[in-house]
Structure formats: structure tokens, C-alpha cells
């Protein structure tokens, strides 16, 4: 047994404003029929004006801190209750401002002192890029528990008449508690497989707003503030790479697809999650599903995934787990664990 990070604590935080299908196709070209058949999505969540990302990520781990805090309690875990948060990861690419990170702020909020607190922006695999950038902090010994957030507000920088990014982007934070432990217990990181291809920036994008557009002087073209998706390749490049990392992954970890019990892919549209289950040679009852009710919520996308599958018992401790993310980037990368004995808080 070696030195590893292990997952202690899950929570997940949605704004309170949904908005139906239907809504959505009262204010553009489009139908509940359509986005129901070409993505799965049925609802999604969008933040109040003035609310921010920064505002979910507290909410997402106040409530993952307080599921740790069960979890200890229950096993009796005195220097586990009591142990302090030493380190924050954000994932997210809808900061509350462009500088500084958003993470320092969060930190301070849920009043965890002066913790190191850093941004991790890889959009739509920033969760797992996270989870490894604190998994390996801890096991290089820098941190002992850390708080792991991904969240974001993609509603914020919709463009407002793009019927394909509306109908499938919603807001939301997920978190999770990495603490110091070993190798062999469930909920420790046992690998992952990271990537990317700048080859395919264009393809997910913002374009203005960042040092190359404001180096030039001039004010941004009309919609370039608004992100830009070209879907087609995105949902071929996301089968190719999520089948492709999580097969790297198991590879490494020794585990054959029919040993999984549950992949956890980021929720992006149910026919990508159908057709990276096919790549994989999955049956349907492996996947897990929630984009049905909460739309693609990018870095929050796999840890409120996690949290509804666990609340609802579909996913249960002991159970072989990969997780699987494909974003902006492009950037895609895998996590595997044994899954805790941990209760998820998704409400306060
Ligand atoms: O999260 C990061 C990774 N992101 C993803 O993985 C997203 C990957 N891409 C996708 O999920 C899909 O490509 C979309 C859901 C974005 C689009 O679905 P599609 O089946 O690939 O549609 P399409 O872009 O090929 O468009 C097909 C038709 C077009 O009409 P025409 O040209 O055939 O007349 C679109 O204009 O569907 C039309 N369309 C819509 N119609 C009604 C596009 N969006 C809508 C809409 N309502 N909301």
C-alpha cells in the first residue's frame, strides 16, 4: 500500500431558477421534442442576476466539508473531524473575473484561513484535471486534505440567440474532500489519464476577452464575448477521446470495462454517453445519467453526476468507478476509484 488521496466528502449546489424545454422554446427556434431527442436534456438551472460562480462553489463546498464532516463522525474519525482543509482547487472557466482566480475568494468565504487556493481552467474536464492536480498534491506530500470544487456559469456568457448552446449549457458546483490515506481504501485515486489537443481550440471558444483581443486595441467583434461551440466535431472528438482515456485508464489499473459498475462521464448529450458506453462494450446500466435534469454544467458536470447517483443508490460504496471528462481545450482526461462509503449534501 502506498500513499494515496481518497475521497471523504461529496456535495453539489444548483441555483434556484430552472428553466423548462419549454421555456426555452417559447423565447427561441426550437422544441422540447428536438432538444429532447438530439441531447437528453429535459431542464437546466441558470444563476439570478448578480449571482456568480463564486457563489455556487461556497454553496458546493460547504456542503461537501459537511459530508466529510458526517463521514468522520460515522467512522469515529476524531482527527478526521477535526483536520482542516490545506489546499482548494476551482475548476472552472467562468470565473468571477478575469483576474484575480476565483479560488482564493472561495477559500476565504468558507473561511478556511490562508490555504493555498488556485483556478484550474480546462472547461468541460476541468473537474478531473482538479482531482488530479490535488490528488498528487497530496500524494507528493504538499497537502494533507483538500477541498475540490468545479463550477460554473455558462448562462453568464451565453450568446442569448444561439438556440444549440441554450438549449444544452446550465449552471451548477460540485465538490468533493480529498484527504491523505492509503492505496487500498475505498474512494483512493487508484490513476489517471490526462490529454489535450490545441489543435482544436477553435472548436470551443470565447474569443474575445482574454490578452490577444485586447492586445490589438480594438473592441471586440459583435458576438465575440459569447462562447462559441461548433458541435459536430466537438461530439465526435468527445466519443473518440473519453473511450480512448478511459480504455488508457484501465489499462493502467488492471480493470476490464465489464469490471466497471459505473463510468461517470461528463454530461454532455445522452448520445455521446450512449456511444462512448458502445466504444467501451458497456451495458446501459453502467452509464450514469443526470443531464436529463440538470443539462451540461461543465467543470460541475462529473461531481453532480456523482452526487445524484449516489443519493439515489445507484451508486453505492464498493462499486469500480471511472470517471471520464472531454472539454474546451481541447482537454479530456479519466479518474478511477473504488467508491467510498460517503453520503452526498446536495442541500443545505
Ligand atoms: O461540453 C463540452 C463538450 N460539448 C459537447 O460534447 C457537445 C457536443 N455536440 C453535441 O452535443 C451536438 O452536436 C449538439 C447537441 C450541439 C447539436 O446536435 P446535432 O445533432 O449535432 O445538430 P447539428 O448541429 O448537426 O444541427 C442539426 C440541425 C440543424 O438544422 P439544419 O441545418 O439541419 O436545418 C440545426 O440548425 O438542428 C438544428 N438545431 C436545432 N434545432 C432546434 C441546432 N440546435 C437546435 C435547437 N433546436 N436547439
Not at 71 to 99: F, I, N, Q, W, Y
Not at 198 to 216: E, K, M, Y
Not at 245 to 268: F, I, N, Y
Amino acid at each position: 500500500m502506498s500513499r494515496a488521496a481518497v475521497v471523504c466528502g461529496l456535495g453539489g449546489a444548483l441555483p434556484a431558477t430552472a428553466v423548462t424545454n419549454e421555456e426555452l422554446a417559447a423565447q427561441l427556434d426550437t422544441s422540447d421534442q428536438w432538444i429532447r431527442t438530439r441531447t437528453g436534456i429535459g431542464l437546466r438551472y441558470v444563476v439570478a442576476p448578480g449571482e456568480s460562480t463564486s457563489d455556487l462553489a461556497v454553496a458546493a463546498g460547504e456542503r461537501a466539508l459537511e459530508s466529510a464532516r458526517r463521514k468522520a463522525d460515522s467512522d469515529s474519525d476524531a482527527a478526521g473531524t477535526e483536520a482542516e482543509v490545506d489546499l482548494v482547487v476551482l475548476a472552472t472557466s467562468t470565473p468571477d473575473r478575469p483576474c484575480p482566480g476565483t479560488a482564493p475568494g472561495v477559500a476565504h468565504r468558507l473561511g478556511l484561513g490562508t490555504v493555498p487556493a488556485f483556478d484550474v481552467a480546462a472547461v468541460c474536464t476541468g473537474f478531473v484535471y482538479a482531482l488530479a492536480t490535488a490528488a498528487s498534491m497530496i500524494t507528493a506530500g504538499v497537502a494533507e486534505r483538500a477541498l475540490v470544487i468545479g463550477a460554473d456559469t455558462f448562462s453568464t456568457i451565453l450568446d442569448p440567440v444561439d438556440r444549440t448552446t441554450r438549449a444544452i449549457f446550465g449552471d451548477g458546483a460540485g465538490a468533493v474532500v480529498l484527504r491523505a490515506g492509503e492505496s487500498g481504501e475505498p474512494g483512493a485515486l487508484l490513476g489517471f489519464d490526462l490529454g489535450s489537443d490545441g489543435g482544436g481550440a477553435d472548436l470551443i471558444t470565447v474569443r474575445a476577452g482574454g490578452s490577444r483581443q485586447r492586445s490589438t486595441g480594438e473592441p471586440p467583434a459583435e458576438g465575440d464575448q459569447f462562447f462559441a461551440m461548433e458541435g459536430r466535431p466537438v461530439f465526435t472528438q468527445a466519443v473518440i477521446n473519453m473511450s480512448e482515456s478511459s480504455q488508457r485508464l484501465l489499462d493502467r489499473v488492471g480493470w476490464t470495462p465489464g469490471d466497471l459498475d459505473k463510468v461517470v462521464a461528463h454530461q454532455a448529450n445522452v448520445r455521446i454517453l450512449h456511444a462512448v458506453g458502445e466504444q467501451l462494450g458497456l451495458e446501459d446500466k453502467q452509464i450514469v445519467v443526470n443531464l436529463d435534469r440538470v443539462g451540461n454544467t461543465v467543470a460541475a458536470s462529473i461531481p453532480l453526476a456523482l452526487s445524484d447517483a449516489a443519493a439515489e443508490g445507484d451508486l453505492v460504496p464498493g462499486h469500480r468507478v471511472v470517471l471520464t471528462g472531454f472539454g474546451g481545450g481541447l482537454t479530456w482526461g479519466s479518474a478511477a476509484l473504488v467508491w467510498p462509503d460517503i453520503e452526498p449534501v446536495t442541500r443545505s
